[in-house]
């Protein structure tokens, strides 16, 4: 039996769960791939084959179109309000079941159930927040400047979206996307990553037990995404592309739906700097600093990705850090115990070796961490290093690990040029005491949100996104969210 099949069934809080089947999720139906092929799901903790998922086919993929195309009129037309009511159940079933869930991401993903848990709380908010706004999308009425008619603008459903999430957020990056969408009144085909699909085909069980009709929400893996996913892009019903992942796949992606002029929402790579000023409460710029950096064991977009500290506080920050981090537990994700759990591949822990090793021989000095180690799983253990030169790759590059690389700097016009010296734009992290530095350095930092004195920025209620090679739209807020997924319609009436 598939591990998340018994993890689910075990559980006495999970009815509606045993629908849950070993199969491809297409029109509310669990069925096989088109060529029986399957893909090997690993634990990341033990390297241990936990499962095996289907293999999506192109021809699979086009099931899942015609299963959108087919649920599209009558999900478009359900009213507002039992939209909501789904959502708000979606909301509530994932709250009810959180421990389970956030297991199966553990699981899967390797994070550590504290994290995991922390992801299902984030998730589900996407549920709820989604469920109040769908009730509130409006239009505009005005009368035009000639006077000659009036001016009426509809906001309507974009159409059959493609959403493309990535492995370090298996549940968070798919509700981000999901919740709008069917708030808008779209429907969806969801391809996640084929390192944790566990918990996105539980999620779909989950969601038709909260009243998501048939072919609304549709679910496919596959290992081979490129032919995949361009072919639904080919298809003229398919009129939404939302993406989270690397800049790199992302603009093979925009090619792709370029040709087919399909709209596209991208959040893509991130390099933020966090910056801590001479005046900032260096026990608070510590704390922050291990949630910016830690948060997922640093495989997060929005992850702390250069640490700046200025001269002052640079070397009393630099062993605050360095005690904090050596003092982590590190172990298997599912482990209550554990705080910093293994890296999603072996691929992935030789990306952090390199990028340490490259620091190392430019100069940088290792406080603790800084190795490796032979242990069975993906496990790369929690660092710090001081005096990272400019020139190091990992000040260019996302490390998506547990390595806190620590510089310099004197002057504020100093660090806010090297702060946007990077081709990326998510996040950005400041700490001082004074607001008006704080305010003006977030104002001329380059960055789709800023957080100022805090190591944490998502949340449902504020758009998610970032500018330059970051990525392009936003995700969440009052109304951006929603607004990704819709097109306006504008009516010249007479008066």
Same mark, same amino acid.
């Given at each position: 039996?598939?591990?998340?099949?018994?993890?689910?069934?075990?559980?006495?809080?999970?009815?509606?769960?045993?629908? %849950?089947?070993?199969?491809?999720?297409?029109?509310?139906?669990?069925?096989?791939?088109?060529?029986?092929?399957?893909?090997?799901?690993?634990?990341?903790?033990?390297?241990?084959? &936990?499962?095996?998922?289907?293999?999506?086919?192109?021809?699979?993929?086009?099931?899942?179109?015609?299963?959108?195309?087919?649920?599209?009129?009558?999900?478009?037309?359900?009213?507002?309000?039992?939209?909501?009511?789904?959502?708000?159940? =979606?909301?509530?079933?994932?709250?009810?079941?959180?421990?389970?869930?956030?297991?199966? &991401?553990?699981?899967?993903?390797?994070?550590?159930?504290?994290?995991?848990?922390?992801?299902?709380?984030?998730?589900?908010?996407?549920?709820?927040?989604?469920?109040?706004?769908?009730?509130? &999308?409006?239009?505009?009425?005005?009368?035009?400047?000639?006077?000659?008619?009036?001016?009426?603008?509809?906001?309507?459903?974009?159409?059959? =979206?493609?959403?493309?999430?990535?492995?370090? +957020?298996?549940?968070?990056?798919?509700?981000?996307?999901?919740?709008? #969408?069917?708030? #808008?009144? =779209?429907?969806? &085909?969801?391809?996640?990553?084929?390192?944790?699909?566990?918990?996105?085909?539980?999620?779909?069980?989950?969601?038709?037990?909260?009243?998501?009709?048939?072919?609304?929400?549709?679910?496919?893996?596959?290992?081979?995404?490129?032919?995949?996913?361009?072919?639904?892009?080919?298809?003229?019903?398919?009129?939404?592309?939302?993406?989270?992942?690397?800049?790199?796949?992302?603009?093979?992606?925009?090619?792709?739906?370029?040709? *087919?002029?399909?709209?596209?929402?991208?959040?893509?790579?991130?390099?933020?700097?966090?910056?801590?000023?001479?005046?900032?409460?260096?026990?608070?710029?510590?704390?922050?600093?291990?949630?910016?950096?830690?948060?997922?064991?640093?495989?997060?977009?929005?992850? !702390?990705?250069?640490?700046?500290?200025?001269?002052?506080?640079?070397?009393?920050?630099?062993?605050?850090?360095?005690?904090?981090?050596?003092?982590?537990? @590190?172990? !298997?994700?599912?482990?209550?115990?554990?705080?910093?759990?293994?890296?999603?591949?072996?691929?992935?822990?030789?990306?952090?070796?390199?990028?340490?090793?490259?620091?190392? $021989?430019?100069?940088?000095?290792?406080?603790?961490?800084?190795?490796?180690?032979?242990?069975?799983?993906?496990?790369?253990?929690?660092?710090?290093?001081?005096?990272?030169? $400019?020139?190091?790759?990992?000040?260019?590059?996302?490390? +998506?690990?547990?390595?806190?690389?620590?510089?310099?700097?004197?002057?504020?016009?100093? @660090?806010?040029?090297?702060?946007?010296?990077?081709?990326?734009?998510?996040? $950005?992290?400041?700490?001082?005491?004074?607001? $008006?530095?704080?305010?003006?350095?977030?104002?001329?930092?380059?960055?789709?949100?800023?957080?100022?004195?805090?190591?944490?920025?998502?949340?449902?209620?504020?758009?998610?996104?970032?500018?330059?090679?970051?990525?392009?739209?936003?995700?969440?807020?009052?109304? *951006?969210? @929603?607004?990704? %997924?819709?097109?306006?319609?504008?009516?010249?009436?007479?008066?």
């Amino acid at each position: 039996m598939n591990i998340s099949h018994q993890l689910l069934e075990d559980d006495q809080d999970t009815a509606g769960f045993h629908r %849950f089947s070993h199969g491809l999720y297409i029109a509310g139906q669990w069925r096989q791939s088109a060529d029986g092929r399957e893909i090997q799901v690993v634990d990341p903790s033990t390297e241990a084959v &936990i499962a095996a998922v289907p293999d999506a086919t192109i021809e699979d993929a086009a099931a899942a179109v015609e299963a959108a195309a087919k649920a599209a009129d009558g999900w478009r037309t359900t009213a507002p309000r039992k939209r909501s009511e789904i959502l708000r159940n =979606c909301f509530d079933l994932m709250t009810q079941r959180c421990e389970t869930l956030a297991t199966l &991401i553990s699981l899967e993903n390797g994070k550590a159930l504290r994290d995991a848990r922390g992801e299902i709380a984030y998730a589900a908010e996407f549920f709820r927040w989604n469920a109040e706004e769908a009730v509130r &999308i409006t239009g505009e009425f005005g009368m035009a400047p000639s006077g000659a008619n009036r001016i009426v603008v509809d906001y309507e459903p974009i159409g059959i =979206c493609v959403l493309v999430t990535p492995w370090n +957020f298996p549940a968070a990056m798919a509700t981000r996307k999901i919740a709008p #969408a069917l708030a #808008a009144g =779209c429907t969806v &085909i969801l391809k996640p990553a084929s390192e944790t699909p566990l918990t996105a085909y539980a999620l779909a069980a989950l969601y038709e037990e909260a009243g998501v009709p048939p072919g609304v929400v549709n679910v496919l893996t596959t290992s081979n995404p490129s032919p995949v996913t361009a072919a639904m892009l080919a298809d003229p019903r398919v009129r939404k592309l939302s993406f989270t992942g690397s800049t790199g796949v992302g603009r093979v992606l925009l090619a792709e739906a370029a040709k *087919h002029v399909v709209s596209c929402s991208m959040e893509l790579g991130g390099n933020a700097p966090f910056l801590v000023f001479d005046d900032a409460d260096l026990d608070a710029a510590v704390d922050g600093a291990m949630v910016a950096k830690m948060r997922n064991a640093g495989e997060a977009c929005t992850a !702390a990705n250069r640490l700046y500290v200025q001269s002052g506080v640079y070397d009393a920050f630099c062993e605050s850090l360095a005690r904090r981090m050596s003092a982590l537990k @590190i172990g !298997a994700g599912t482990d209550a115990a554990t705080e910093c759990g293994p890296m999603i591949t072996r691929k992935a822990v030789d990306k952090i070796d390199r990028l340490v090793n490259d620091a190392v $021989a430019r100069g940088a000095r290792v406080l603790c961490g800084g190795k490796a180690g032979s242990e069975t799983g993906y496990y790369y253990p929690p660092t710090v290093l001081c005096d990272v030169p $400019a020139e190091a790759e990992m000040a260019h590059e996302e490390i +998506f690990g547990p390595v806190a690389p620590i510089s310099r700097f004197e002057t504020e016009a100093e @660090i806010i040029a090297r702060a946007n010296d990077t081709e990326y734009g998510l996040a $950005a992290y400041i700490y001082t005491r004074d607001l $008006a530095r704080g305010m003006r350095v977030a104002s001329r930092i380059e960055a789709g949100m800023v957080a100022l004195n805090r190591g944490l920025m998502s949340d449902p209620a504020a758009p998610f996104g970032g500018v330059k090679q970051s990525g392009l739209g936003r995700e969440g807020g009052q109304h *951006h969210g @929603i607004a990704e %997924f819709m097109e306006a319609k504008y009516l010249a009436i007479n008066v």
